[in-house]
């Protein structure tokens, strides 16, 4: 399945010619890497309070792997690395997205709320990957925003 971003290439010698000749290609988000302050306290959002799975958690514990990770589904997860274990090419992320099913976002808000995570900005019809969706953002223990979305009906998941 072929699909436009609608941007120009940026013209750079040889290079441009040779990606102008490319078909474009879409991949899937294989993961996000953070760098941590608190990485017990970013397991227990992201898996406590979010419902993520974790992985390698106890034999991050046992200091068997450098860090611990959270499925967001079969396909991306999110790994935590220890801020004393980033090296200098962790850098800051405007915001990261993780698209939940209707029932799961409401679910998911809800215990946000009891546990005293607010949005941080209004609740928006945005476009996004699939289309337009809801969003609402927030904030994780670390500072990071979390943007929770999902898309109404199958009609509005297809961009």
Known sequence: MAFSTGFAPRVRGKVAVRAAQRKEIVGELD???????????????YSGLLGFPTINLEKFKEGAVPFPSVRINQGSIIDFFPLEEATASFQQVSHF????EENDYVSVK???????????????????????????????PE????????YESASSSTA
């Open 143 to 150: 500072d990071n925003t979390v943007e929770l979305r999902f």
């Open 31 to 45: 993961h996000i890497a953070l760098a941590c302050k608190d990485v017990d306290g970013m397991v227990k959002f």
């Open 110 to 140: 809800e215990v946000l709320s009891e546990n005293g995570y607010e949005p941080t900005r209004k609740e928006s019809r945005l476009s996004g990957a699939r289309g337009t969706g809801i969003a609402q953002y927030y904030k994780d």
């Open 97 to 100: 997205c993780i698209r939940l």
